[in-house]
């Protein structure tokens, strides 16, 4: 194994990226297709890509947006979320996640996670519910699925809603289904950073038509006609804003790539398995290394690699991920935690010590769909070494 890099010259340039996006000619053609169409902005190559991601994960509908943290903002809007309401959400999780509460006035409050998901779970939740819970976000970090059936059984007798934040999920399965189909709202995200791309751009799943047409209404300032159908029409057509809306609208030239992208989604998830598997087996011999894994109820697409650093480490995390740093590999911190961060420094907080402990010792390994097998010896050879195993 090298520890040297002996890819590139230039200065400053990460040879082994945390993640590359897969994208290829035919995402390009698409796009210039929707370019020479004359029809960018929100038309039909969006209602094609929400059929096709609803009929891919088995949900009843799809809205396309802008991003997941629209997504999770317009699930809570349908759920009649607001003021004096309490949402419980993982601090372990990205920021949106948090977010999306106190976009509707509502107030975040943090579950603990469990070591071996890194998820809230329904033992984690049950001990922060109060009569203010109207609502859980359950997220599936790093693609791995989280036991919605037991949140469900919690939740379900005392009326409070789920919302999956599913923004690394796609392509992970919840017992023998791919996850997007188990709850009444599910948004994913389709980010670079995530496993299909559409640059940026999300997608809320839902089961119920009514608030699938009041999502698209909520996505577009309000209004009860969309722009692509006024465009469409051969008579007058004269919309009305029947609530306050947004502009949380995904592009035409996002579609024609998503729908490429969704295409490519069982090779992609195949071949991180693989090559998450390979990262397993080249760890398996380091003491007290906790690598991410399947739990029993399903898959995970593996959109991030973790790793928790043992207790007793003879260095610190960051030191660990500034050595790959050097040795041009651009590995990240694992999971952050957002009621350490100033923005919620003002939220009451209950200890959440798996959180902590997590955000602390964990860090993200590189895995990209054209990785090759000398890149993941070379990001295990820096880890090893500055382990102290041979
Ligand atoms: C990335 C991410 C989001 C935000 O997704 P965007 O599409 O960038 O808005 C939300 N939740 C989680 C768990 C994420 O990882």
């Known amino acids: 194994m090298r520890l040297q890099s002996s890819q590139g010259g230039q200065t400053g340039q990460q040879a082994i990226p945390i993640i590359k996006p897969w994208l290829g000619e035919e995402e390009a053609a698409a796009a210039a297709d929707v370019i020479s169409s004359g029809w960018i902005a929100q038309g039909p190559r969006v209602a094609e890509f929400e059929r096709a991601v609803a009929a891919s994960v088995g949900a009843a509908h799809g809205v396309a947006l802008s991003s997941c943290t629209a997504s999770l903002h317009l699930a809570l809007v349908v759920l009649g979320i607001g003021p004096g309401d309490e949402v419980v959400v993982p601090s372990l999780s990205f920021i949106a996640t948090a977010n999306a509460p106190r976009y509707v006035g509502a107030k975040p409050v943090f579950a603990d996670v469990t070591e071996s998901t890194q998820n809230i779970a329904a033992e984690t939740i049950e001990p922060v519910l109060t009569t203010d819970t109207k609502a859980v976000i359950l997220v599936h970090q790093a693609g791995v699925p989280a036991d919605i059936d037991a949140v469900h059984d919690l939740c379900d007798p005392l009326g409070i809603a789920v919302v999956e ?96 992208q969704l295409r490519r989604l069982d090779a992609m998830v195949t071949r991180r398995r693989e090559l998450a598997g390979r990262y397993r087996e080249a760890l398996a011999d380091v003491p007290g290394l906790q690598v991410v894994d399947d739990p029993p109820w399903g898959t995970t697409n593996y959109q991030s690699f973790w790793v928790v650093l043992p207790d007793d480490l003879p260095t610190s995390r960051n030191d660990i991920l500034r050595a790959m740093m050097q040795e041009r590999v651009s590995p990240r911190r694992g999971i952050m935690a957002a009621h350490l961060e100033p923005a919620f420094a003002d939220e009451a907080v209950a200890s959440l010590p798996v959180t902590e402990r997590l955000t602390r010792q964990s860090l993200l390994l590189p895995l990209f769909h054209t990785m090759e097998e000398s890149d993941q010896e070379h990001v295990v050879a820096i880890l090893k070494s500055e382990l102290g195993v041979a």
């Open 165 to 260: 934040d599913a923004a690394c999920a796609i392509g992970s399965t919840y017992r023998g289904h791919r996850i997007g189909r188990h709850s009444d709202l599910v948004a994913f995200s389709f980010h670079p950073r995530k496993v299909i791309t559409t640059g940026e751009g999300g997608m809320l799943m839902t089961t119920r038509p009514d608030w699938a047409d009041r999502i698209r209404r909520l996505r577009e300032h309000g209004m009860n006609v969309s722009a692509a159908s006024r465009h469409e029409s051969r008579y007058l057509l004269i919309e009305e804003y029947l609530e306050t809306g947004f502009n949380y609208r995904m592009t035409d030239i996002q579609a024609a790539v998503g729908l490429v």
